[in-house]
């Protein structure tokens, strides 16, 4: 079945870099635009950023501009996000969802902490 | 940005009883091809959001019939026919047509 698998998350100190990944399978991940959401502990759902099927075209969330980085190889069925100069209010689970009708497809999470 | 507001915040049902959840938009999320990106998503609790409408009144593969959604340009309605228990959890509504995406803060549906 259609599939994502998030890692890379863990406790970090703030100012310093994280690199999340996320691999698709059961689907041809080469198709499709991805997208990573995050949500911070006991809040709601927030959009980060979003890469084309190819690559070619990347949007961020204001807040993350500059300091995160989207970015996939298809190769190998995985979209990555670079997460650098973190903050505290960074914190969250990240999650990556597939474009498909709006994000049709979810992975289970990482959980980023940015804590002193 | 593309603000979403969903009302209630919180929704008690009682289990078999129909439940209605709304979602308005700062600005119209129709695009020229007339197509309207409005959607919808249940996250039960412990568990990643999944897919329940897509472009406002489309249901996802899966998603049972009970579910339905309407609306057009800035204001929208998703229901449940019968609430179900396992229909438990929080409902966002998203707009995927201005970038940055946005979503709604939630509603949570509890069994009364």
């Known amino acids: 079945q259609e599939q994502l698998v998030e890692s890379g998350g863990g406790v970090v100190q703030p100012g310093t870099s994280l690199r999340l990944a996320c691999v698709g399978s059961g689907f041809t991940f080469k198709n499709y635009g991805m997208n990573w959401v995050r949500q911070a502990p006991g809040k709601g759902l927030e959009w980060v950023a979003v890469i084309y099927y190819d690559g070619t075209n990347k949007y961020y969330k204001d807040s993350v501009k500059g300091r995160f980085i989207i970015s996939r190889d298809n190769s190998k069925s995985t979209v990555y996000l670079d997460l650098s100069g973190l903050r505290v209010e960074d914190t969250a689970s990240y999650y990556c969802?597939?474009?498909?009708?709006?994000?049709?497809?979810w992975g289970q999470g990482t959980t980023v902490i940015v804590s002193s | 940005d593309t603000v979403l507001t969903q009302t209630p915040v919180t929704l008690a049902v009682t289990l078999g009883q129909p439940a209605s959840i709304s979602c308005t938009s700062s600005?119209?999320?129709?695009?020229?091809?007339?197509?309207?990106?409005l959607y919808w998503y249940l996250q039960r609790a412990g568990q990643s959001p999944h897919l329940l409408l897509y472009?406002?009144?489309n249901r996802f593969s899966g998603v049972p019939d009970r579910f339905s959604g309407s609306g057009s340009e800035t204001d929208f309605t998703l229901k449940i026919s019968r609430v179900e228990a396992d229909d438990i959890g929080v409902y966002y509504c998203?707009?995927?047509?201005?970038?940055?995406?946005?979503f709604g803060q939630g509603t949570r549906l509890e069994i009364k």
């Open positions: 472009e406002v009144s």
């Open positions: 600005q119209s999320l129709r695009h020229t091809d007339g197509k309207t990106f």
């Open positions: 969802a597939r474009v498909g009708h709006g994000m049709d497809v």
């Open positions: 998203m707009q995927g047509i201005h970038l940055p995406l946005t």
